[in-house]
């Protein structure tokens, strides 16, 4: 089984509320919405769309080089 990581993040009441609100609306979990968020910074950094939000992206991180 691949290691998996948790981490803590602190939202104000407006951001937690948003965040609701799309979960509801999408249908996805808090936690869901959380690993998009990070895929998307992540794609956005090394500049690619390899990153999904799914139970294991280790592998596809490997050897990547963030855009300059």
Same mark, same amino acid.
């Given at each position: 089984m691949a290691t998996?990581?948790?981490?803590? +993040? #602190?939202l104000d009441i407006d951001e937690?509320?948003?965040?609701?609100?799309? @979960?509801?609306n999408t249908e996805r979990s808090l936690a869901w919405?959380?690993?998009?968020a990070i895929c998307?910074? +992540? #794609?956005?950094?090394y500049g690619d769309n390899s990153c999904?939000?799914?139970? @294991?992206?280790?592998?596809l991180l490997a050897g990547?080089?963030?855009k300059s």
């Open positions: 998996k990581f948790r981490i803590t +993040i #602190n937690y509320e948003a965040l609701q609100r799309i @979960s509801e919405l959380g690993r998009r998307d910074y +992540i #794609n956005l950094q999904q939000p799914t139970k @294991s992206n280790h592998t990547r080089q963030i």
